[in-house]
């Protein structure tokens, strides 16, 4: 089975940093496009930031020049750096990885999610 764990959530002050991580585990053959959504209460789940296995990112408007988003393809891990960060940023963030097992076509999991507190 396949598995992914997200960690560095928190409380942080506005203008402050935090930085993520989600690392897949179990019976992997290749992961594909790995990404991070937020959900904010009472507001639908929305895309973050992708990085293909390339390298290839792309982030949401409101995160722009902020956020940055890489991988370690050695560790089947992504990253999420998050700088001056904003009450607005506070959310539930869920990274995802499209992960293809053996001759199986890709899936697009999803880890538990970790929550991103950001409060004065």
């Known amino acids: 089975q396949v598995r992914l764990v997200e960690s560095g959530g928190g409380l942080v002050q506005p203008g402050g940093s935090l930085r993520l991580s989600c690392a897949a585990s179990?019976?992997?053959?290749?992961?594909?496009?790995m990404g991070w959504y937020h959900q904010a209460p009472g507001k639908q789940r929305e895309l973050v930031a992708t990085?293909?296995?390339?390298?290839?990112?792309d982030y949401a408007d409101s995160v722009k020049g902020r956020f940055t988003i890489s991988r370690d393809n050695a560790k089947n891990t992504v990253y999420l750096q998050m700088n001056s960060l904003k009450p607005e940023d506070t959310a539930v963030y869920y990274c995802t990885a499209n992960i293809k097992q053996g001759l199986s076509p890709s899936y697009k999991y999803w880890g538990q999610g970790t929550q991103v507190t950001v409060s004065s």
């Open positions: 179990g019976s992997i053959f290749s992961i594909g496009a």
């Open positions: 990085i293909t296995s390339g390298g290839r990112t």
